[in-house]
């Protein structure tokens, strides 16, 4: 557990974390399953890794490791007997706190000997590593994570619904037929009733853990927004004037983390390029507001009115917007000043959009890859072994058939529907 090993972990990608983690821990923390609970991952705070402890078909559930927050220091690690998957097992858990609603991390051990205390603070400092990188991920709405978190999170939102029915039809109609009256076993109905009462409990007590990990309250969202840009602006001499939402504005309603990180990330990046690209901006307002099925964000500055859109997709905004299908505008009038609206969906579309990329060929497909990875046409040339006149023929031809008008917006549809990787 050194330097380099944590380094591999984080390269890895986020599907992998979970495998590497429990590779690099294996030698110096015997363990056969690794389970986390982290808010930074919101298309899935709730993850395990391994084989089940308990009996063949048993798994661990959040309810099993919600039983172990209350005994963990908001950083620090836990070492003691818990009960995972229905049986009594030795347990290492771990809590990092560079996030603010914390990650836990708890290791099943496959024997009772106490784990040194510096292999437990390795173990730590790993945990604190991977977290605070995932925070950043999060936080700064980077396109590729934004892409696996709405494609995860509207499944796991299709099954924790079907799912959530069936349980709920099952344990009603059980408890409907216990307290028939016809029924003289007495106690066996009691003790029926009561079991299926905690079932009850317990699938809303996950219910409810699962929506505190994966979403936000707008309010609270734009306060975190409000501060990071007051330590920025406050130096510099540019006041700050905010729309704060209110309850009219939907400051209390809920939404999905990772469009309140999105939102805050672009009007951050918005804010950088009016300060950086313009001179004599001495004013910036920033308001949010909540409509029926989206977050509407508003920037407005009293500079010269000379920012273009193309300075906001050199900071990846519409990368970051491409995955969530959201919407860009900019108003920008010499003299007055530039005013930025950006449109992020609540929710994922009703129904699947068609691959947009399944109109480019195998050379177009190649050279949009290098475009989402930043690469210029000299570069790109080279890479590719072609001349610069060739890319920019095949760059037309990406924006011509992906209806786009600039290279960031066709690489934000790369980076959302995988030209990143090689296609078949």
Not at 45 to 64: L, M
Not at 320 to 349: F, H, K, M, S
Not at 367 to 384: K, P
Request: glycine share 8%; charged share 25%; aromatic share 2%.
């Amino acid at each position: 557990m050194d330097l380099m090993s944590a380094v591999e972990v984080i390269r890895a990608p986020l599907s992998e974390t979970q495998t590497r983690l429990s590779e690099v821990f294996a030698e110096a923390i015997p363990h056969r399953t690794l389970t986390q609970l982290a808010a930074n991952c919101p298309f899935a705070p709730f993850k395990t890794y391994g084989e089940s402890p308990g009996a063949p078909g048993s798994s661990v559930t959040t309810a099993d490791l919600a039983a172990i927050r209350p005994l963990m220091p908001a950083r620090g690690t836990w070492q003691g007997r818990a009960t995972m998957a229905g049986v009594d097992v030795p347990v290492l858990a771990l809590t990092s706190d560079a996030t603010d609603q914390g990650a836990l991390l708890v290791l099943v051990l496959t024997e009772g000997t106490p784990v040194p205390e510096e292999d437990q603070q390795r173990a730590l400092a790993m945990w604190d590593m991977v977290t605070a990188h995932r925070e950043g991920l999060r936080n700064e709405a980077a396109p590729e994570w934004l892409a696996v978190s709405r494609a995860a999170s509207a499944a796991r939102a299709v099954a924790i619904s079907d799912l959530g029915d069936a349980h709920r039809a099952g344990l009603t109609a059980l408890l409907g037929a216990l307290r028939d009256r016809s029924l003289s076993d007495g106690d066996a109905r009691t003790r029926a009733v009561d079991l299926a009462v905690t079932a009850l409990v317990e699938l809303r007590s996950r219910a409810e853990l699962d929506h505190a990990m994966a979403e936000e309250r707008v309010g609270d969202a734009f306060d975190r927004l409000a501060e990071s840009l007051s330590r920025v602006l406050r130096p510099l001499g540019v006041v700050l004037e905010l729309g704060t939402p209110g309850a009219e504005e939907g400051a209390d309603r809920v939404v999905a983390a990772d469009v309140a990180a999105t939102a805050r990330a672009v009007v951050r990046a918005v804010v950088h390029a009016m300060l950086d690209d313009q001179r004599q901006v001495r004013r910036i307002h920033v308001g949010w507001k909540i409509g029926t099925a989206e977050l509407s964000a508003t920037v407005r500055d009293d500079g010269p009115g000379a920012m273009s859109r193309g300075s906001l997709d050199t900071r990846r905004v519409t990368e970051r917007l491409g995955p969530l299908g959201g919407r860009l505008e900019v108003d920008a009038v010499p003299g007055w000043g530039t005013t930025v609206t950006v449109e992020i969906p609540l929710g994922p579309p009703d129904t699947p959009r068609e691959d947009p990329l399944t109109a480019l060929g195998a050379r177009e497909l190649e050279v949009l890859g290098q475009l989402a990875r930043g690469r210029r046409n000299r570069e790109i040339a080279h890479d590719l072994h072609i001349s610069e006149s060739t890319v920019k023929f095949h760059v037309a031809n990406i924006l011509d058939k992906l209806g786009v008008g600039s290279r960031g917006e066709a690489a934000a549809l790369a980076h959302e529907w995988g030209a990143t990787v090689a296609r078949a």
